[in-house]
């Protein structure tokens, strides 16, 4: 006899899943800052909110369908997160930690940034 609470757990997992598998963040450190592009299909608007601004959310720019661009001017280390069509969305990033609200952000540093695309 299957137990519904196990299906519906098991569902719940697949599509959060699926929806992680959608997105993917690269960063490219530059002398005088970083560009960070976020690969988001059928994302209306995206936003990267981050520390070096005192987390107000920043437009990205969307470079060709799905693909969203963002430069900043610094190459310092930041924390930071996403908001796609006004959801939260952290990517899977290298360094993470908790933030004074009870969410998480990922942490940028040039410092020990490892140059990869994180999926």
């Not at 519906?8 to 592009?37: E, K, W």
């Not at 005192?54 to 190459?75: D, K």
Request: aromatic share 10%; hydrophobic share 40%; with cysteine.
């Amino acid at each position: 006899m299957r137990r519904p609470w196990a299906t519906l757990a098991l569902l719940m997992l697949l599509i959060a899943a699926s929806g992680c598998q959608h997105h993917q963040l690269n960063i490219t450190p530059r002398a005088q800052g970083v560009d960070l592009i976020l690969k988001a299909p059928g994302a209306r608007t995206v936003q990267l909110v981050s520390s070096l601004n005192q987390f107000t959310p920043l437009a990205a720019h969307e470079i060709e369908p799905g693909q969203w661009h963002v430069y900043l001017p610094e190459n310092m280390p930041f924390r930071y997160y996403y908001r796609i069509d006004d959801q939260l969305f952290l990517p899977n990033c290298q360094q993470r930690e908790m933030d004074d609200f009870g969410s998480r952000n990922c942490i940028y540093d040039p410092n020990t940034y490892l140059s990869e695309t994180i999926y």
